[in-house]
C-alpha cells in the first residue's frame, strides 16, 4: 500500500486528491493548518507545522511517505482587498517557500526514496511577452505569490539536480470546482445565480467582464499531480487547458445555464479588482504527450458543473 502525505487537505486540491488516492488504496496522511490526520506519529502538544524543521523531520522519519504533494499556499484573489505588506511577505515565504525548504531537506537526510510534488503557478510568468506560455518561458514574477512560487519551482529544481530527490513541479493555471472559496471568481458567480434564481432584483457586482484567464476543472488538476509523480525522471509540466476566455463568457454560461439572462443581474464595477495581471494560457502539450492526461471537461462543461453543484460543496459528493 503506498504511503502518501497530503499537505493543504482542507483546500480545494487537497481536497480532490486525497480522495482520489484514498479510493486507489493509498495510504493517506492529510496535514492543514496544525492538523493532521491519523496523527498517531506526532505527539507533540503543540500543532504540527510544516515550517518548523523538528516537526517536519518528526513526519518523515516515521512516516518515510512513498510521496508527498505539498498543496499549502498563502495566497489571496485579484479582487482581495489588501497591499502586498512585510506581514504578507512574511507569511508568502514561510507557507510557500521555507515549508518546502523543511521538507526537501529533511526528505534528502531521512527518506531520498521519497517523491515529492509542488504545486508551483502561472504567476510565476508574471507579464510574459507571449499570452502563451511553455515550459521554457521566462520566469519573471510581478507579485510575492508569483515570487515566492517561483522560489520554491528553483528550490526543486536544486534539490533533485544537486541531491538526487524526486521533486516534480506542476506548474497550475487557473482551476476551479465547488470547493473555491467565496472571494474567487468562480464561488461569486455561483452564488450569484443562485441568489438571481431567488430574487428577481438580485445583482452581482465583478470587475472586468473582458479580463481573461485559462480556466480549468480542479479534478483533472490533481489528477495531473499524481501522473506528474509516476514519471520516471522528476520534472516541471504546466498544467493548463490552453484555452482564452473571459469573465463575461464565465457569466453568460452560468446565467444561462439556469434560466437566466446575465445582463440582468451582472454590473461591472472596475474598482473590486485590486490587483490587475496580463491574462495568462499555458501550453501543457508536455504533459499530456509524456502522460496521456486530458482534461475531462471543457470550459462550457465546467461552469455549467459548477452551477449544476451549486454553492453547496456537499452536491459534489
Known sequence: ???????????????????????????????????????GFF?????????????????IKNLLPDEIYHL????????????ESLDVLEKSVLVNEFSLFNLLSSITRFSPKTRLFY?????????PESEIQTENTSINPVTLYGITKASGLYLCRKFRKEHGIYAACGILYNHESPRRAKNFLSKKVTIGVESALKDKNFVLELG???????????????????????????????????KKHSVKDFVS???????LDWTKHVRETPGIVKRITSPLIGNSSKLR????WKPSLDF???VKTLVEKGADIGKED
Request: net charge negative; charged share 20%.
Open 119 to 127: 504545486a508551483a503557478s502561472s504567476l510565476i510568468f508574471g507579464e
Open 289 to 292: 504527450k509524456q502522460t496521456g
Open 43 to 59: 505527539t507533540s502538544n503543540e500543532p504540527f507545522d510544516i515550517c518548523r524543521s523538528e516537526h517536519v523531520d518528526s513526519m
Open 1 to 39: 500500500m503506498k504511503n502518501v502525505v497530503v499537505i493543504g487537505s482542507n483546500g480545494q486540491d487537497g481536497f480532490y486528491l486525497s480522495r482520489s488516492l484514498e479510493k486507489e488504496g493509498c495510504n493517506v496522511t492529510r496535514i492543514d493548518q496544525g492538523l493532521i490526520q491519523p496523527s
Open 253 to 259: 454560461i452560468a446565467f444561462q445555464s439556469a434560466g
Open 300 to 302: 462550457k462543461q465546467m
Open 208 to 242: 472586468n467582464l473582458n479580463a481573461s484567464a485559462d480556466w480549468g476543472y480542479a479534478p483533472d488538476y490533481v489528477e495531473a499531480m499524481k501522473l506528474i509523480l509516476d514519471q520516471d525522471k522528476p520534472d516541471d509540466f504546466i498544467v493548463a487547458t490552453g
Open 72 to 83: 499549502a499556499a498563502f495566497h489571496q484573489s485579484a479582487q482581495d482587498d489588501y497591499v
